[in-house]
């Protein structure tokens, strides 16, 4: 019944395992949500009284499909002082959220023979997006690299069929925000052989100083040429399920995508552009701060605690909100007689036995790892790594 191209496709784990969570929590019993991909709190005041007051103004009509002028101005102006060049407003869009500005770059840029290199492990929709397009993702591994980015094994896997590669930065699942030297290495080899770079940087708001956030077109500005951004206002906004997301690009593969979208889904939200121009307000830089802040603290009871538990080696996270310890060490053991003999079956019996529920590796590409969301209020974070590591001493 249905088509070729549906094949081997699936659903996106991480949203099955936030599900199955709600779904125990439904029937009463506490379960811990390590799987969440937003912060656990509300969008500030000045968002929402942007958004209300757009549905008293009756703002209930179509938009230009890629965003009404006014937000587009104030996105160009957004992305232009982040990088240090000119972006004009025919140049950026706005979308439902960056996942849908990832679908129409990749679908507008990639083609069938196309090969997509992606660093390894890799947020679970990328390598996804890539194949709808039609294109073939290769893998870089960084496991072995504390998951940063070794440049001579990306320029190995560079072939003549190479047509682009995806960046994130900070990265999701791992956490690792990668260096200017490193970024500025990869855009020399982009230029030399003629790729284009999807340099999604959902997260670039949240790094930890010292650590610095790079963007690869202020790094090396003749990479505008051949960049799509991608952002989102999800993550540090906290309005995940409002969809709002942005890209900036040159100009032909902005207007296939407007092209391409009319067709799909027209506009984002009339309303949440509206929240969106607020949310770029001055008066909301407190409110991301603070955001930033409390993920530093939330970061700190995390990390102390899973390395607290005997066998989870973890690398620091740099950026975004995720601990991704390597679980492997617990391969070889049982929980009461039953193996725990992979990743997934790990998050099965965490999720079963000690209700917390956490990413299983196997989503990103790496099923040694899982990830952990500290997003969430200190005191589940302590009560979930606490039945962590309750669960991890039960093992034999
Ligand atoms: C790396 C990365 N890119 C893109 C997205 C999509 O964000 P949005 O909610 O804006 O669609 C996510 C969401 O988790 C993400 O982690």
Redesign the pocket.
């Known amino acids: 019944m249905l088509a070729e191209r549906m094949k081997g496709f699936s659903g996106s784990q ?1 949203s099955g395992m936030r599900n199955r969570a709600r779904k125990l929590r439904a029937g009463g019993i506490h379960v811990v949500n390590f799987a969440a ?2 912060l656990d709190k509300d969008t500030s005041p000045g968002i929402k009284a942007a958004a209300r007051k757009a549905i008293d103004s009756g703002r209930t009509q179509y938009t230009d499909t890629l965003g009404i002028a006014e937000l587009r101005e104030r996105l160009a102006q957004k992305v232009s002082q982040k990088t240090g060049v000119t972006y004009a407003a025919d140049e950026v869009g706005f ?8 679908f129409n770059a990749n679908f507008v840029v990639f083609q069938p023979g196309d090969e997509v290199i992606i660093p390894s492990p890799y ?1 679970v ?2 390598p996804e997006q890539v194949r709808l397009a039609g294109a073939t993702p290769v893998f870089l591994p960084t496991g072995h690299n504390g998951f940063q980015i070794n440049v001579d094994e990306l320029a190995r896997l560079i072939t003549p069929r190479t047509r682009g590669l995806i960046l ?1 930065t900070p ?3 791992t956490g690792v925000v990668y260096s200017a030297s490193v970024l500025e290495k990869i855009a020399r080899l982009a230029m030399e052989h003629d790729l284009i770079c999807i340099f ?1 940087e ?2 670039d708001e949240l790094v930890y100083a010292p650590a610095v956030h790079h963007n690869i077109v202020k790094l090396v500005p003749e990479m505008k040429a051949r960049t799509i951004l ?6 540090s906004y906290c309005m ?1 399920g409002w ?3 942005f890209f900036a690009a040159p100009q032909a593969i902005v207007k296939a995508i407007a092209n391409l979208q009319s067709h799909i889904a027209s506009n984002p939200c009339n309303l949440v552009q509206y929240a969106a121009l607020a949310a770029f307000e001055p008066a909301n830089d407190a409110f991301v701060a603070g955001n930033l802040a409390q993920l530093r603290t939330q970061r700190a009871t995390a990390l102390e605690l899973v390395q607290k538990i005997p066998g989870l080696p973890c690398v620091v996270p740099d950026g ?1 909100f995720y601990l991704f310890p390597d679980v492997s060490s617990l391969f070889s053991k049982s929980f009461h007689g039953e193996r725990v003999e992979n990743v997934d079956r790990l998050a099965e019996l965490l999720l079963q036995h000690a209700h917390i529920a956490i990413v299983p590796g196997s989503a990103f590409g790496c099923d040694q790892h899982v990830r952990i969301s500290y997003a969430i209020p200190a005191e589940e974070i302590v009560a979930g790594l606490t039945r962590f590591g309750q669960f991890v001493h039960s093992l034999t």
């Open positions: 991480t991909g937003e979308t439902a959220g960056a996942k849908q500005a990832l947020w929709t990328l994130n990265h999701n699942p999604d959902c997260y991608i952002g989102s206002l999800s993550k995940a969809r709002a997301g975004a």
